[in-house]
């Protein structure tokens, strides 16, 4: 596959998916910058760190202008919290909304319209913005990330730039035990495991390669059968 190495922003690199994509694309021969509330723990010349608290416009304004001149945009920050209707919480909905999709919006806005053809967006969605019992604001926020790439595929298709979605089912990361998850884990896939934090960074890394010029306002789901 050929890749296209560049400097690129990757949301959450502190921890489980967010850390996967950038070590994937380090070993690929990216520059990363990693943006996160702490430091990643990353040790290679070519990563660098943004300090920066994405469910804040001061914090997306940092983290994109310390990855000025990026190619390619990957959010991966997110948390999940899960209640039934009866016991939504307000403030857990808008903390979902501020970093999922606000800031993908932020940083989209200070970084894509820059980019040029080749440049590549991927934003981090879930198999439950179609919808799930318990997590109907977790899954309202992805949605919402669906809704905002296929519109930036749209304008931006014609410069070259293309925008995607790489939505995994759950993944084998420490948001397995948030305690805003209210102790509730999901059910294994068919495949019998939970899907690898690897496997999509894996994905995301063909969706930022030059074979992957074509695709664009599209959704890969990761799901380990449970969507069968």
Known sequence: MEVRPGRVLVTGSSSGIGAAIAARLLAEDWTV??????PAGIAHP????????LATAEGCAAAAARADGASAFVHAAGFMATAPLADLDPASGEAMWRLHVAAAERVAQALLPRMTEGGRVVLIGSRAAGGAPGRSQYAASKAALV????????????????????APAATA???????????????LPPLGRYVRPEEVAAAVSFLLSREADAITGQTLTICGGASL
């Open 147 to 166: 809704a905002m790439a296929r519109s930036w595929a749209r304008e931006f298709v014609g410069a070259g730039v293309t925008v995607n979605v790489v």
């Open 173 to 187: 990361t420490p948001m397995l035990d948030d305690p805003r998850r209210a102790g509730e884990r999901p059910k």
């Open 33 to 38: 910058v990693g943006a996160a509330r702490r």
């Open 46 to 53: 070519a990563y660098e760190e943004a300090i920066a608290d």
